[in-house]
């Protein structure tokens, strides 16, 4: 269960704002949670609340995987929103551009308008390499962290047999 479906649980059930970032700070310990809040938490996490509240235990393999492949998602469908974002304004400053050079005379654009109309694909072309950039760095992590997988996994399967 990703954080967002959390804060969505949760303002479902307490008619309440939770938000994915509210979720992030429950889980860091910034924020602290009420007896209604951990009652619905721990229900979707298939946990009793004693689990939930036992800061002690650590985390299992299985457990850090799945939020990590929970993280990893939300990122990458966040990098697929702004990617189509970036799209819609690259197009939206195309049109812009057209109707004003069509127009220059006849429509009263104010200038930081025109100026920054100018720079909008300059602008979405920095974003763009900036969201290679993550992407690539998001491959990379993944790369390793499978490996890490495989080798903990090949840990177990010879402690199993020894």
Request: glycine content about 2%; proline content about 3%.
């Amino acid at each position: 269960m990703t954080q967002t479906e959390l804060a969505r649980r949760l303002n479902e059930t307490l008619e309440a704002k939770y938000y994915q970032t509210t979720i992030g700070r429950i889980e860091s310990g910034e924020r602290s949670i009420s007896l209604p809040e951990a009652a619905i938490i721990s229900e979707a996490l298939n946990v009793s609340i004693t689990q939930l509240a036992d800061l002690s235990a650590p985390p299992s393999v299985e457990r850090l995987c799945a939020n990590y492949g929970a993280r990893i998602n939300d990122v990458t469908n966040s990098l697929a929103s702004v990617a189509f974002n970036l799209r819609n304004a690259e197009n939206y400053a195309s049109t812009l551009q057209e109707r004003i050079k069509a127009n220059h005379n006849k429509l009263s654009v104010p200038k930081y308008m025109v100026t920054l109309v100018e720079h909008t694909p300059d602008e979405i072309a920095a974003y763009e390499s900036m969201l290679i950039s993550i992407e690539k760095m998001i491959e990379h992590t993944n790369f390793f962290w499978r490996r890490w997988l495989v080798e903990i996994n090949a840990e177990d399967d010879q402690s199993e047999d020894g």
